[in-house]
């Protein structure tokens, strides 16, 4: 799609607090807003992101008209192009920290917006905390004023290096909060604490989830995390770079399972924690051995030194999302692997096309 035909669909918000949006914005809102005043209508903040972008998607095809407010920090109108012209979705290009008005009615409010990656958030540390601690408090007092659901994008970052395995959401964490991943961490565990105070103190409704690592396709080639990172190695025959000795543990889910545990939580009367994960746990390094299978890759694995605070292992205790949600991971690892693979391959080929593309590309910190 043109620059041009995207912009017929994107809202341009300039981020001055006071100033009134142009007519043209308040038009388009407006328009929105009376197109679908039958329906129920979602905010989803972070919505051109990888996450976000499923969440529209899913949120249409529940019925709701969709607004996705995102400033295109680390996300990207790829991601929902395919959206763009629905006269139920609605692009609203805006800094979710500053201030955020959007006229007639909300049922719902998801806070995806911020920087997520580490390469993301190690490059972007002040927009990580305040996104995390601004953009909460924007996006829970928007729910309040619209009386309509909050529900916060936390992570199981906000367990730190654990000194207990798995993570059940009781434990509260071993966190530096001054070393270098403590932006991302810390800003997720204010959001947190904003979030039960708007519930406690003003009655908001709010839902909390802890999403452990997901994956799937739209997560960006060289975003940093180890999936993508791997993939990308392989498929273009690099040494495929594993931090430390690969000993580390994660735990991966499927994005399709993550969506239909958002959509249950939101949809459920649970206001405290809750993760949502896939349990199944493996090393980095086995990982690293799958990808390459995966991919038929002649690729190496070399390994680097650990970043600092790298958690050492990481899996979700899914006890409560099984009991009150009746959510459990349904894709196993081969099937989303080749779904994402699909994706990536794309991807690749792009890379060879435009090689600037691959020269933006970084190897894996997390
Ligand atoms: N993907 C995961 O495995 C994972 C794990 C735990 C938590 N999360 C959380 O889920 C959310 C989405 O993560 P993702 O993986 O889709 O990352 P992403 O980077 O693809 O998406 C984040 C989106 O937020 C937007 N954004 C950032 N700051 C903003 C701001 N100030 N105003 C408006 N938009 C802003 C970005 O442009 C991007 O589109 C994040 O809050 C992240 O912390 C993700």
Redesign the pocket.
Known sequence: MSQESRNEYTMEITPQPAAPASLRQRSALRDHLIRNQSMKRVLI?????????HLCERFLSEGYAVIC????????LD?IEHLFGREDFLFMN????EFIHVPGRLDAIL???????PI?YLELPI?TL??GSL?THKALGLAKAKNARFLL?????CYGDPLVHPQPESYWGNVNPVGPRGV?DEA?RFAEAMTMAYHRFHDVQTRII??????GP???LN?G?ALPAFMGQAMRGEPITVFGDGSQTRSF?YVDDLVEGIWRLLNSDEPEPTNIGNPAEMTILDFAKKVVELTGSASEIIFKDLPMDDPKVRQPDITKAKSILGWGPTVDLDTGLRRTLDYFRGKVADERDQPAAKAASAVPKG
């Open positions: 903040t972070g919505g051109a992101g990888f996450l976000g972008s407010m995102d400033n295109l920090i680390t996300g990207s991601n805006q800094d979710v920290t806070h995806f917006a911020s920087p997520a990656s993301d927009q305040k996104v953009g994008a936390s992570t199981s970052e991302y997720k802890r999403i452990f690592n997901t994956y739209r997560m960006r975003d995390r889910c």
